[in-house]
């Protein structure tokens, strides 16, 4: 349309003049007469070089303006046949090895240990894992320039109508033998299926080699829930006081 439009204005310039000042340039036999413009001697047809360059472009362009419109249905089409096909079925996710059962109990203490691992990396605490097995306890946390070693044990079902126990004693031999300020600092006792941490230091359970933890409270009393979520007592920040929940 812009091509249109500037050729008739060029036009228009070649009969009247720029801007349309001036007077009618010559041209009747090209506009009236019956004589064709065309003809031989006669002023030539202004509109023959618009007939011939810019309608040629204007119908080479409306062609390609098919040929887009045309690839474009094409390209919907697929599209839409795409869209139309059912979503490819994955497998669903397998599930956590804890809600498959009763685990091995060192499988399960490998799993506790990552939850450890994971709770007291977002404290802020640095953790580090000594190599091997051969000492009793898991792991030393550098907190705040002091180091503690700590013992990562674990437990998921209740005894009863006794709580959760976990053990604070190793095997030597076919002896078992409870854990002691020589072998650790504290000991970290996780209630897996009620998500409850509790952080005693070794000298408020020694000579114990089995710990028993109430959250929900007992008649007899729960000396360890004062331990629950105790981290402070390694950050050094206070805890905040309020009921055992």
């Not at 939850?115 to 977002?122: C, E, V």
């Not at 729960?222 to 981290?231: C, H, N």
Request: proline residues 5%; glycine residues 14%.
């Amino acid at each position: 349309m812009g091509v249109l439009i500037g050729d008739l204005m060029a036009v228009a310039d070649e009969r009247y003049g720029e801007g349309g000042r001036g007077k009618k340039k010559s041209g009747k036999r090209a506009v009236g007469g019956g004589k064709s413009a065309r003809g031989s001697g006669g002023d030539r047809d202004p509109f023959g070089k618009l007939r011939a360059g810019s309608f040629g472009k204007l119908r080479a362009g409306s062609s390609a303006r098919k040929e887009r419109g045309l690839r474009d249905d094409r390209i919907e089409r697929e599209r839409e046949v795409r869209d139309d096909k059912p979503l490819k079925e994955y497998p669903p996710p397998t599930a956590s090895l804890r809600t498959r059962g009763r685990l091995p109990p060192k499988l399960m203490g490998e799993l506790s240990e990552l939850d450890f691992l994971r709770k007291a990396m977002g404290m802020g605490m640095i953790v580090s894992k000594p190599w091997g097995d051969s000492y009793r306890y898991d792991f030393i946390c550098d907190v705040n320039e002091k180091l503690f070693r700590v013992q990562v044990r674990s437990t998921e079902f209740r005894f009863g109508a006794r709580g959760y126990a976990v053990h604070a004693s190793v095997y030597v031999g076919k002896k078992i033998v409870g854990l002691t300020p020589k072998d650790i600092d504290v000991l970290i006792g996780y209630i897996v299926s009620r998500d409850i941490w509790y952080v005693v230091p070794v000298r408020a359970f020694t000579p114990r080699k089995n710990l028993w933890f109430y959250p929900d409270g007992s008649k007899k009393g729960a000396m360890f829930e004062k331990f629950r979520e105790a981290w402070g007592l390694m950050t050094g920040s206070k805890r905040k006081r309020g009921r055992s929940r």
